[in-house]
Every structure is written in structure tokens, then in C-alpha cells.
């Protein structure tokens, strides 16, 4: 950060300190209060401390240097704006409700098997105000997420989900089949109206949630320089994107962890079901990908896919790669 910076403006350390005081009381809070709705943390966006640490965060990693439509890269911001200055217009803006998300850059990224990922790149202004977002409503709604869900969660990554499929599975005849399931063009067919009705259950901030959609509904300046609306889905490259997607697909794992904990804890409760004819399971999913371990048959294990495909459909609008 510039040193001839305001006064009002922390330093980098306070800063952190500061919003890590915020995310604690924030977390302690919902978790203490599962039905909690909180009304009053717009301004929490808002606090400098919050938009030091997003700008720190945003500008820190490599893809500051990929601008957006509006051409700005993170050397602009620096060497020419000034950091204060473009953090203070920016929170200005969203105090005064003058705050406008611009449309998100079309990016293709190829695949490994010759296909094609789209990625939307907003603006590293968009970013930042994203990232604050994140930073206020991530311990909120960490605090709702469930143990099968790994992906994009402070603490976890793909090979703490692959270890404890590793020791669910080394048993032998604890588990006799995997499901593995895949949400097609997950990120691409997010239901917005669904999305926001999730958010709203622990977020009852009128202003937070505009912001929210403000960002869904920016649109897409796509490759050959038209402009497509998004009606649906929340763009790959998105920093708040992760996060909303989580809240979406964590209607998966409470469905799961509801039937484990009502039906299948503890273990004579599983051992009473097969002796029923019906399976065991348990779900572990990353991101939009997901493996569900079975103890049953294997007309049992086909018949509950067929059932999680139902349930993305009814519930999420969304559908299983074949």
C-alpha cells in the first residue's frame, strides 16, 4: 500500500487484524444461531479494513494482471489511479447505491480432452468488490457447509477429499460401489432465482443482496465482441463465484447428511437397512464433482443415481453428465 496513504485508510496489518476480528464474530455467530438471518453487515463490505484486505488479495494474485472490459490492470491502478484513490471511489459507489457490476470478459481455456472451458473475467474493480463480498459472507456460510463438501473451502483441498474416500473404501465390504457424478455445465445453469433464495436464508441485508445479483446479472462480452445477458449461472473466474456455488450445491449435502444422520447414524441403524433390503451411503463431493460410496447392490447403487439426478432436477434446476 502507497505509504503517504489518509490516515482513515489502515495499514495492511491492521487491516487483517481487523477483518479476521469480523470473520471470527461473523462465524461464531451463525454457528451459535443456525436460524440466524443477519440484516446489518453491508456496511461490513464497506469498512476499509475489508476493501484493504480484498485489494491485497486480488491484486496479489497473477491474474491482476488480466484486465477486464474496461482495460485496467492492476499497473494501471498502481502507477497511474493510485490504490487510496481507486479504493475510495469504489467504496464511495457502493455506499451511494451508484455502484454498476460491468459485464465479465470472455476467456476460452482448453481442456485436456479437446474441449473448451469459458471463463468470465470481470473487472479487477469488480474483483475487489467481490472479494469483499467473500470476506463477509464466507464465515457465514461456513459455518452451514457440510463435512462431505472440499471444494473452494479455507483449509481443504481435493486430496483431503480424496483421503477420506481412501478411508471410507479400505475396509473391505464397507462399501461395495462408487457413484460417481458430475453436474453438467454446473457454473454455466446456477438458477438464480434459486441461488438467491439460498443466500437469503442467512443473509436478510437488502443491499447485500442486490450486490449479490448485481453480479450474477453483469453479462457476458463474449469473444467476437457481443454481449450476451446472464439469465442464468455464475461465471468461472468470478472471485465470489466459488463461494455461490457451494451455497448452491450444499442443498446436495444436506440432503445426504440428513438421511446419514436420521437413517443411517449410528451403525445399527445402517445394519437394521440391509437386513431390510436397502442401501447404505455417503456423499463426498469437490466443487460440482462428487463420488457417492455404496453398501448394497448394484441395482441399488444404479437406482439411488437415478435418484440424486431427480433431486438436482427438482431442486436445482440441473442435470448429470451422461
Given amino acids: 500500500m502507497n505509504n503517504d496513504a489518509p490516515p482513515l485508510w489502515p495499514g495492511s496489518t491492521t487491516a487483517v487484524r481487523r477483518v479476521l476480528d469480523h470473520q471470527i464474530k461473523l ?27 480484498a485489494w491485497e488479495r486480488v491484486s496479489g494474485n497473477r491474474g491482476a494482471r488480466t484486465a477486464g472490459v474496461d482495460a ?16 475510495e471511489e469504489l467504496r464511495s459507489s457502493l455506499k451511494d447505491g451508484s455502484f454498476t457490476a460491468l459485464p465479465v470478459k470472455q476467456a476460452v481455456i482448453p481442456k485436456k480432452n479437446g474441449k ?23 464465515p457465514i456460510f461456513e ?8 471444494g473452494y473451502r479455507p483449509g481443504r483441498r481435493a486430496q483431503d477429499a480424496i483421503a477420506e474416500i481412501h478411508r471410507f473404501t479400505r475396509k473391505p465390504s464397507t462399501y461395495d460401489w462408487v457413484i460417481e457424478g458430475d453436474i453438467k455445465a454446473c457454473f454455466d445453469n446456477v438458477d438464480h432465482h434459486v441461488l438467491m433464495d439460498l443466500v437469503a436464508e442467512r443473509i436478510k441485508d437488502r443491499k447485500v443482496l442486490r450486490l449479490v445479483s448485481a453480479f450474477l446479472r453483469a453479462g457476458v462480452v463474449e469473444l467476437h465482441g457481443g454481449f450476451a445477458e446472464t439469465l442464468t449461472g455464475t461465471p468461472q473466474g468470478g472471485v465470489a463465484s466459488p463461494l455461490l456455488a457451494n451455497i448452491y450445491l450444499s442443498v446436495l449435502d444436506r440432503h445426504f447428511s440428513r438421511i446419514w444422520n436420521t437413517e443411517m447414524s449410528p451403525g445399527w441403524q445402517r445394519q437394521a437397512r440391509r437386513r431390510k433390503g436397502l442401501p447404505n451411503y455417503r456423499l463426498v463431493r469437490y466443487a ?5 460410496l455404496v453398501h448394497g447392490t448394484k441395482s441399488e447403487a444404479e437406482t439411488l443415481k437415478t435418484e440424486i439426478g431427480e433431486l438436482l432436477a427438482r431442486k436445482l434446476k440441473m442435470t448429470l453428465s451422461v
Avoid at 485496467?72 to 479504493?87: D, K
Avoid at 469459458?118 to 464466507?138: N, S, W
Fill in 72 to 87: 485496467v490492470t492492476r499497473f494501471h491502478i498502481e502507477e497511474r489511479h493510485g490504490v487510496i484513490p481507486f479504493l
Fill in 116 to 138: 473448451v472451458r469459458y471463463l468470465g473475467i470481470p473487472t479487477l474493480r469488480d474483483r475487489v468488490a467481490q472479494m469483499a463480498l467473500k470476506l463477509v459472507l464466507e
Fill in 143 to 150: 459455518a452451514d457447509f457440510y463435512p462431505s463438501s472440499y
Fill in 27 to 53: 462465524h461464531r455467530w451463525a454457528r451459535n444461531e443456525p436460524d440466524r438471518r443477519f440484516d446489518d453487515v453491508f456496511n461490513l463490505i464497506c469498512d476499509r479494513a475489508t476493501l484493504v484486505v
Fill in 288 to 292: 460440482d464433482d462428487f463420488v457417492v
